[in-house]
C-alpha cells in the first residue's frame, strides 16, 4: 500500500497562489491514479482534480482554468498549482492514491490532508 504524505498548505489571500505537493512512498507510484480532494467544514468530501497513470485529467467544473494537476513520477509525487484562489477553496485538501479511475468512490490511500485558508 502507498503511503502519502501533502504539503504546501496555509493561509493565502484571494486572488493568490498555492502548490499542494503529495509525496508518494511505499509502492510503484506509476501505476496508481492520483487525485486531490477537498472537504470544507460541514461539507462532504469532493474530487478536486485527478491525473491517472497514463497521464489523463480531470477537474471539478468550480477550478477548471484556475487549478492544474501534474505528476512527476521520477519523484513520486502529484502537485496542485492553485491560482485565483476564492474564498470557497477554502478547506482541507487531501491527496488520495487508488489503482483504476474510479474517483467518484471514496476508496484507496489517503495523506494527512493541507489546510488551504483563503481570505478576502
Known amino acids: 500500500q502507498v503511503q502519502l504524505v501533502e504539503s504546501g498548505g496555509g493561509w493565502v489571500q484571494a486572488g493568490g497562489s498555492l502548490r499542494l505537493s503529495c509525496a508518494a512512498s511505499?509502492?510503484?507510484?506509476?501505476?496508481?491514479?492520483m487525485g486531490w480532494y477537498r472537504q470544507a467544514p460541514g461539507k462532504q468530501r469532493e474530487l478536486v482534480a485527478a491525473i491517472l497513470s497514463g497521464g489523463s485529467t480531470n477537474y471539478v467544473d468550480s477550478v477548471k482554468g484556475r487549478f492544474t494537476i501534474s505528476r512527476d513520477n521520477a519523484k513520486n509525487t502529484v502537485y496542485l498549482q492553485m491560482n485565483s484562489l476564492k474564498s470557497e477553496d477554502t478547506a482541507v485538501y487531501y491527496c488520495n492514491a487508488k489503482i483504476g479511475s474510479d474517483f467518484d468512490r471514496l476508496f484507496g490511500s489517503w495523506g494527512q490532508g493541507t489546510q488551504v485558508t483563503v481570505f478576502p
Open positions: 511505499g509502492s510503484i507510484f506509476s501505476i496508481y491514479s
